[in-house]
């Protein structure tokens, strides 16, 4: 198993300088809820799920992870952690695309009511890359913030000012 994650390491390295993500969460109030997209590159997500997940050998072809897709659902909510006032909202997973670079991951959180703040942690690949970067953006239907999380910079809290979302 080491084995395999150092040559994974080794390849991701030779196939792309910059580690980065991009992910957005938008709120969706015809759907009462968020919907999170994610995006990286697939080498660099197959690395990260080397490490928390023991993945079969089948599951995985020229760098990328092409097992079922329930694992990218437990996999972000281990990673990008989503807390509505102050509660742990996981994201379920609505769509995949799994791209030869990239891999797109689509999902959903629940939440209507009201809103006083939104608490982010991304910690995807952080572990793996010390410099790694992970941007993000929220928007509803009143805010836009972008953030820019690293490695030492994980999480971020947005506070609301008894904001009611319909």
Request: glycine share 4%.
């Amino acid at each position: 198993m080491m084995i395999k994650l150092f040559v994974i390491y080794i390849f991701s390295l030779l196939l792309h300088p910059v580690h980065v993500s991009m992910s957005s969460m938008e709120y969706i109030p015809e759907e009462d809820g968020y919907k999170i997209t994610v995006r990286m590159y697939s080498d660099d997500l197959l690395l990260d799920l080397l490490t928390l997940y023991q993945l079969p050998g089948e599951y995985m072809i020229d760098h990328v992870y092409t097992g079922p897709d329930d694992l990218y659902e437990d996999y972000i909510n281990e990673r990008l952690k989503i807390k509505i006032n102050g509660n742990q909202h996981p994201a379920e997973l609505r769509e995949t695309e799994k791209l030869e670079l990239e891999t797109l991951m689509r999902l959903f959180v629940k939440h209507k009511g009201e809103l006083n703040s939104i608490e982010i942690s991304n910690t995807i690949l952080t572990g793996i890359y010390l410099d790694q970067v992970n941007l993000f953006i929220y928007k509803d239907e009143s805010n836009e913030h972008a953030f820019r999380f690293t490695a030492t910079y994980l999480s971020e809290k947005i506070d609301m000012v008894d904001k009611v979302i319909p």
